[in-house]
């Protein structure tokens, strides 16, 4: 195939490259007078656009031409070089050589070319054609400044220099140029290129020789405008011969947006290559069009592979997964992809550098218009170990646990027995039944008595929260009116209240009718609540129990006058074996035991307490549960 024949698929570029087409929908044949012609070609020689000057000279339309190559047209005088290519002739004639094109009738037109070569953003030539060359003068650049000038040169939207590389004289701008720099054309083809240009001389001067030898002929630089404003550029220069001098032309594009974009996206992909490290998360991707797979650096560290930023097909980062996982992984993949499904999973895998172990959790999603799966790796082998050492510190703590529920219940049991008889015989002798005591001997028994069982209590509390906390606590549910319950409750504690002549009240609801609760709970928790109240109000105060229902919930509350809790003895209140302030304890010994349990029970009516209290000014302690009467329903039904 000619260099210059069409290739399939070949794009148009756009017309913004090379200035406005001028179009001319007639041509007059090879006798028309023919100024200057401008071609647009290929690398492959199709023509991507002409002028009306051409077209005219030609006698082929516009639209016929754009259908052509520079093959059809051409006589012969470039295919007899073509085996140099139009880069070499280009480069080794400066641009300048003659042509023969036979025009649509048949004629030929000799024909003195000015060319360059373009190689962003896909490579091209352009042709600027004159039938009446100058032949003392090898001024191809700027003969003939007319309309064609004007509509490739001045009147460009791009923005062009044309600069002498000796001297670094800007010779001369466009209107685009001159709009850009701020300056108008009589101050800028006034100055020097190193005025705009923020490097130093002899840099610029080395990069114009890098243009001038066409070592290279895309530069990127910073210019100064006449504002102050330095702005990122890129420049594209070639040499010219313009009046037997070499210059250069430049095409400048503005780039600074672009390149605040560009350090925008560096920035964040810097801040996703640390986020990544700092959290051992890699990202990968598998293109399942050719079976690639592409990885980051965070992912390739996780996989044992190098940094080289090679790729690898698909079957080799799926072989480093632990044999027993791949039918897994498969199966997931495919789901995956066929059914949409969500892939998240963890696995084993043998790193590919040193054969280790490693635990990964891998997160993916499919794309099916790109064909591509994409997904995140994550090591989270340490973050395995640590739960792995929870897990077996967890299994410990519930055996040693265990344990002490076991021991307490034995020590409870074993301490009960001799308990009882050492309570019962001293009632026994309190009571006179074998004959009398003296005063002295009466107070010791009951000394004996009162702490035998005060002893009792505490074991029967610390037996009742090792079977809360072990999940061995079970309700007996009934119904009954929660008023009678209160009651009976006032009714125990009465003698307690009149030993210090304290007024305990009591003030139920007419709307409390029924609860479905655990009865002796119940009467539990508001015993332990009233006898506190009581213990912790001074002589002469007044303790009040109040019911009511609100919202299928039944909400008790137990007022006293005592002497009340501090933010911090509140926060403490209900844990177990909790002391509080030093001289509460010391004037109103408990076990300690009473409140923790008191909230256990309630929680496991699905209910909550709390309380409301001041220093000096007494305490309300309130708790809720549900009714539970759909529960009796439900089992009548």
Known sequence: MSMYDDVSGEHMLSDASCGPVIDASAHAGSNASFVNGYLRISLHGKILDVNGAYSMASGYSREELLCMSLSDLDDGTLLEKKDNGLLDIISQKKGCFDVVHRTKDGALLEMKVSSTYVDHPEPFFVFILENTPDPESSDCFFSGKGDLYHSLFKDN???????????????????????????????????????????????????????????????????????????????????????????????????????????????????????????????????????????????????????????????????????????????????????????????KIKRANDGAIRDVHVVAEYSNEKNMVIGTIEDITERKKAEDSLLHAKMLAEAANRSKDEFLATMSHELRTPLTSVIGFSDVLLDETFGSLEEKQAGYVKHIADAGKHLLKLINDVLDLSKVEAGKMELQYEVFHAGVAVNEVQTLLSPLARNKRINIGVDVDADVVSVNADRTKFKQILYNLASNAIKFTPEKGSVLIKAQCSDNFLVVSVKDTGIGLSKEDQDKLFHPFEQLRSYVADEYAGTGLGLALVKKFVELHDGRIWVDSKVGEGSTFYFSMPLGLDLERTAEE
Request: proline share 2%.
């Open 157 to 347: 939207k791009a923005i062009m220099l044309v600069i002498d590389p000796v001297n670094f004289d800007i010779i001369d701008a466009n209107v685009a140029a001159c709009d850009f720099y701020g300056w108008p054309l009589e101050v800028i083809t006034r100055m020097k290129i190193h005025e705009i240009n923020t490097l130093s001389v002899e840099k610029i001067s080395d990069e114009m020789q890098n243009a001038v030898s066409e070592k290279r002929n895309y530069f990127l630089f910073k210019h100064r405008l006449a504002d102050g404003n330095v702005r990122d550029v890129e420049v594209y220069s070639s040499p010219v011969i313009a009046n037997s001098r070499d210059l250069l032309y430049s095409v400048i594009h503005d780039i600074t947006d672009r390149k605040k974009a560009e350090d925008e996206l560096m920035t964040r992909e810097m801040q996703l290559r640390t986020a990544q490290k700092i959290g051992h998360i890699g990202s990968w991707s598998f293109d399942l069009k050719n079976g690639d797979a592409d990885a980051s650096e965070e992912a390739r560290i996780i996989y044992g592979y190098g940094l080289d930023g090679g790729r690898y097909l698909i079957s080799e980062v799926q072989s480093i997964a632990l044999p027993e996982y791949r039918s897994y992984l498969n199966e997931s993949m495919r789901a995956l992809i066929e059914d949409d499904a969500t892939y998240d999973v963890q696995f």
